[in-house]
């Protein structure tokens, strides 16, 4: 075999950044290479500094970051023996630009924001050959077509001429991929490119990825904290902590045989289907958890066990979106976010609600809150002192409500007002509520600090001087201010590293054994709801398409929908690659390519919860046959 | 191995580095860090402020100004009244400090007064034998320091029985620098009163219709439109009639002020309201509905502090509207009367073409509007930039 060159090389490169705060180091003495047709995955968590290099590499760094050290070789295959540094080049050269979309080009994270929305896709996807080349107009649009379908848009004619707005995000993920890929790059930059997309699309965008890779022959330098999907698609693994490469090698090295103390770390974080029933997760930093000084934990552990703490009856709930104007008339288009859901949560269990985005469990949660109203249905709660009509409480049963059900936010950085301290964040609470006086509160929010495994003196700082992983500990400290029996937990891990995630993961289970707490856990992340919930329903479309014990759903997954979302999940694990020929195009959420008794017949009759075993319950036409479900 | 490299296009080799490893050096912060870290909010803006160096002289520089109007009587040479008949429409004079080339100090010649018979114009001209030099922390012109006590100190005042116009007289033959000194105390509160009105209504109107939405917010933006529509002059020149003849000045300057604030409120409460509009989305808004917060609350402990500084930074972009819409009204005549002095007061000296060509040192008290206006934009960039400090 000839000896290729490296395609991309990088050798100690060193980029520094100007804070308020001082010079931070983003990368120190980095090095790393791309071979060229081949998939190169940089793995870091957030803030390691894997987006400095991709930017670097395309010469994209923001004004305030410079080079400092090392150089970027790129030795394009089709000028053979012609190496550039990309460091020296002017960032605004004719010869950066050059490369920049032609020989050398990005997949972005963010679908939504990659494209134009005043411009069609077509034309934004052929403006980079328009640049590049001097192809006549209509050789030019052929080529985009080509591309399109190349990428695996339907009818790509069609396509063509549509705006972004038109298309769901796995297709326009699909048309920021065409856009990078249609002069033929050597080497695409993807950085992140399914972090924003739903599992079952990311399963697809991955294997579109592959396939074009090898089709092409062109390299991938793949950005990304995912452990999984680098064992599904790379080739060669880099792994980047704080700026400086901890392991680097072939995907077989990494996985098979991973050394440093980092790695290991990352791989015992992600929880996986495999695990032992008790097996705990371990957490890079972990928590220690100390409830005993939290009073209100007696007074629970009396309740009932197993008794239905909230239930939820024929809930429905339909967004209009209108179109209003002071002359026309207004119409308006609904969507049922919720569509006839019925759930029970049982006292001291954690049940897992899984879907994808849109799905409506953000929604249901917010019903459950009393944050919307729903069209119709009844949520009931009874802690064991006689029922509550939550949708009905008023005045001091919803003050009482409030103090039993509270709410973890997925995002740590919205939910806590950056204008107020940690204590005053902690204690507003308890002064919305009254209780105790100025200096027992004070005590209090010491407790809950020491409950979450913060430090007390951290209590007069800024939410904008903590890490995610601390902020969520600090919006979990918050919702057991009061002392409750159900905390929602909406996505509270999505927007978190690897590494926290576990550390979070295991803090909430903590909490629930020594508190006795009951949760409906709310993820995309089948894995995680694994991990956490007891009882998992999986969501589609506003319904509540099966509902079953965690093991039983995933030895036995029933819905067509739940097997499209157990089989999306990418493992960190080179012995269970995805398996591409369960995931077609589309998506899974298509009713129309589940099997007739999963949709909804031609004469309207609705849909029953059949019931497959013992708590098990999937979504079918009355008519339907437990054998029959259970042998499509 | 020391280097994660292999040669160019060898087989990637096992690398694993030795360095130390601590999974916590990631959280740990140097002090420069923590510093920021521990800093309050307005603490983080007063830092991001000062990096923005023209804002912050421009601060600076407004403060000096508005110090300057507690002191009015005491900078000024000459009294706001005070006319000198053998003086009307003197020239600028010029401070001189080397007398036929020995140093004298700070010293203006005297003036000869003569009368060109062809255009009838008075003509000044320097008699350099006559040397009034210019003294410092004097006796001048009596005053009511802050309208209380009788004081005749001034900063600098004339020679015994000289002049020093720096910058001119009048047609009354006041000194026009003594004038813009006064003037500056009416033309930089007016805006203050003015923002003050606009203020309020901005935040109740633009609040209410931003929390409440609905009809309420329909029918408040079609306001706006209608107000903003109009045209501001012949509007203005509407609501300066109806104010009394009868009233005294001091009266209508409050009445003016008011008028401003009256019109102005749109812009506020528009920014009011988006702001509102946004932050009313935020998930530590819902967390605070969720915990059972009551609406007061909601708005006192989350949303106000949440849009405060921008509007701070939005009425300080606001305040030179005010004050070109008080120099504008007066210099038409329907703002302030003579003699409260303001700046706009002090341009209707200057309406007259030939007056202009004649005269021309009666425009000055254009200097200091001009700069006070740039100063406020700057300043308001400069504090807009660091109203949100977490971006």
Redesign the interface.
């Known amino acids: 075999m000839k000896?290729?060159?490296?395609l991309l090389?990088i050798?100690g490169l060193g980029v520094g950044i100007t804070l308020?705060?001082?010079q931070l180091e983003a990368v120190k003495s980095a090095?790393?290479?791309v071979?060229p047709g081949k998939v190169t995955a940089l793995v870091g968590e957030s803030?390691s500094g894997k987006s400095v290099i991709a930017q670097t590499i395309l010469g994209i760094l923001p004004p305030v970051a410079k080079v400092t050290a090392g150089r970027i070789l790129f030795n394009d295959p089709e000028k053979p023996g012609s190496s550039i540094d990309l460091c020296q080049l002017d960032r605004d050269s004719e010869a950066y630009r050059a490369l920049r979309g032609q020989r050398i080009s990005m997949i972005f994270q963010e679908p939504m924001t990659a494209l134009s929305p005043l411009h069609t896709v077509g034309n934004q996807i052929q403006e980079a050959l328009t640049i590049h080349t001097s192809l006549p107009e209509a050789e030019a649009r052929r080529r985009t077509e080509e591309m399109l379908d190349l990428v695996g848009f339907p009818d790509p004619k069609r396509a063509y001429g549509m705006y972004p707005f038109e298309l769901s995000g796995g297709l326009r993920q699909r048309a920021v991929i065409a856009m990078a890929l249609i002069c033929r790059p050597a080497l695409v930059v993807a950085d992140e490119p399914t972090t924003a997309l739903d599992v079952t699309i990311q399963a697809q965008i991955l294997q579109l990825l592959r396939e074009l890779q090898s089709k092409l022959n062109m390299a991938i330098l793949l950005i990304t904290h995912d452990l999984g999907i680098v064992a599904n698609v790379a080739d060669?693994v880099?792994i980047i902590?704080?700026g400086?490469?901890?392991?680097?090698?072939?995907v077989s090295?990494i996985f098979r045989?991973p050394?440093?103390?980092?790695l290991k770390?990352l791989l015992r974080a992600v929880p996986h289907f495999d695990m032992a029933p008790g097996e705990r997760l371990k957490s890079?930093?972990d928590v220690q958890v100390d409830t005993s000084k939290l009073k209100q934990a007696e007074t629970r552990a009396a309740g009932k066990r197993g008794s239905i703490l909230l239930s939820a009856k024929g809930l429905t709930k339909s967004f209009s979106t209108r179109k209003s104007g002071w002359f026309a008339k207004q119409e308006s288009t609904a969507r049922k976010a919720l569509d006839d859901v019925s759930l029970e949560i049982r006292r001291g269990e954690c049940l897992g609600l899984v879907g994808e985005s849109g799905c409506g469990k953000t929604t249901l949660s917010k019903v459950i809150?009393?944050?919307v109203r729903p069209d119709a249905g009844a949520v009931t709660y009874d802690d064991g002192n006689g029922p509550i009509d939550v949708l009905a409480a008023e005045g001091d049963d919803?003050?009482t409500l409030?103090?039993k059900i509270?709410?973890v936010?997925?995002?740590p950085f919205?939910?806590?007002?950056?204008?107020?301290?940690v204590q005053n964040i902690l204690s507003?609470?308890l002064e919305?509520?009254n209780r105790g006086d100025a200096k027992s509160r004070i005590e209090q929010v010491k407790t809950l600090m020491e409950v979450v495994g913060l430090d007390p003196r951290f209590l007069?700082?800024?939410p904008?001087?903590f890490?995610g992983g601390?902020r969520q500990r600090v919006g979990i400290a918050?919702a057991l201010a009061?002392g409750p029996d159900l905390l929602i937990c909406d996505e509270p891990v999505s927007a978190l590293d690897v590494?926290v995630q576990a550390q979070i993961l295991n803090l909430l289970k903590d909490l629930q054994a020594q508190l006795g707490l009951t949760y409906l856990f709310i993820s995309h992340n089948l894995a995680v709801v694994d991990y956490m919930a007891d009882r998992i329903a999986v969501m589609c479309r506003g319904r509540i398409v099966e509902i079953a014990p965690r093991e039983v759903l995933f030895k036995s997954p029933i819905h067509p929908y739940t097997r499209a979302l157990l089989a999306a999940v990418p493992f960190p694990d080179l012995d269970r690659p995805l398996d591409y020929t369960t995931l077609q195009l589309g998506t899974a959420s298509d009713t129309g390519t589940w099997p007739s008794f999963f949709q909804e017949a031609d004469n309207k009759a609705p849909l029953v919860a059949a019931h497959c075993g013992e708590d098990h319950f999937v979504l079918a036409q009355a008519s339907a046959k437990v054998q029959e479900l259970r042998a499509w | 191995m020391t280097?994660?490299?292999?040669a160019?296009?060898?087989?990637?080799?096992?690398?694993?580095?030795t360095?130390p490893?601590d999974?916590?050096?990631?959280?740990a912060m140097?002090n420069?860090?923590?510093?920021?870290?521990?800093?309050?909010?307005w603490k983080l803006m007063w830092?991001?402020f000062k990096r923005h160096r023209v804002a912050y002289y421009c601060g600076i520089f407004l403060a000096l100004m508005y110090a300057s109007t507690l002191f009015s009587e005491f900078l000024a040479p000459y009294n706001l009244h005070t006319r000198n008949v053998e003086a009307i429409h003197t020239p600028p004079q010029r401070i001189h400090f080397f007398h036929e080339g020995s140093f004298v100090g700070p010293f203006v010649y005297g003036r000869e007064r003569s009368l060109d018979m062809n255009t009838m114009k008075r003509v000044y001209t320097d008699t350099p034998n006559v040397i009034y030099p210019v003294r410092f922390f004097c006796k001048g012109d009596t005053y009511k320091f802050w309208g209380m006590w009788d004081a005749d100190r001034h900063l600098f005042c004339p020679a015994e029985g000289g002049t020093l116009f720096l910058l001119g007289t009048d047609r009354l033959g006041r000194d026009v620098l003594s004038r813009i000194i006064y003037g500056a105390r009416i033309s930089l509160t007016i805006g203050l009163i003015g923002i003050t009105v606009s203020f309020a209504l901005g935040i109740i109107i633009g609040g209410l219709a931003g929390y409440h939405g609905g009809w309420f917010d329909l029918a408040v933006q079609r306001v706006i439109e209608v107000l903003q529509s109009i045209p501001s002059i012949p509007l203005w020149m509407a609501l300066a009639a109806i104010m009394p003849v009868s009233w005294s000045p001091i009266v209508i300057y409050f009445g003016i002020t008011f008028i401003l604030g009256l019109l102005d409120w749109t812009g506020l409460a528009r920014a009011v309201r988006s702001k509102l509009l946004s932050l009313r989305e935020?998930?530590?808004v819902?967390?605070?509905?969720?915990?059972?917060?009551k609406d007061s609350?909601i708005i006192g402990?989350?949303l106000i502090?949440?849009f405060i500084s921008h509007l701070i930074a939005t009425a300080t972009i606001a305040i030179p509207g005010m004050i070109l819409g008080e120099t504008a009204l007066s210099f038409l005549g329907l703002g302030l009367r003579p003699p409260i002095t303001s700046w706009g007061i002090l341009l209707t000296e200057a309406k007259n073409v030939s007056v202009v060509a004649l005269y021309p040192w009666l425009l000055f008290p254009m200097v200091p509007v001009i700069l006070v206006i740039i100063a406020f934009n700057f300043f308001g960039d400069g504090l807009r930039d660091a109203a949100d400090p977490?971006n």
């Open positions: 000896p290729v060159n490296d090389r050798e308020q705060s001082g090095s790393l290479r071979l803030g060669e880099v902590y704080h400086e490469i901890m392991e680097a090698g072939t090295d045989n050394q440093h103390p980092y770390g890079l930093r809150m009393r944050a919803l003050q409030r103090t509270q709410m936010f997925q995002d919205s939910s806590l007002s950056p204008r107020m301290t507003e609470p919305i509520h007069s700082r800024y904008h001087s890490s601390q918050r009061l590494s | 280097s994660p490299l292999p160019p296009g060898a087989p990637l080799h096992h690398y694993v580095s360095a490893f999974p916590h050096t990631i959280t140097t420069e860090q923590s510093k920021v870290h521990l800093a309050s909010q830092w991001k935020e998930e530590y819902l967390a605070a509905q969720l915990m059972g917060a609350r402990r989350h502090p949440g977490y």
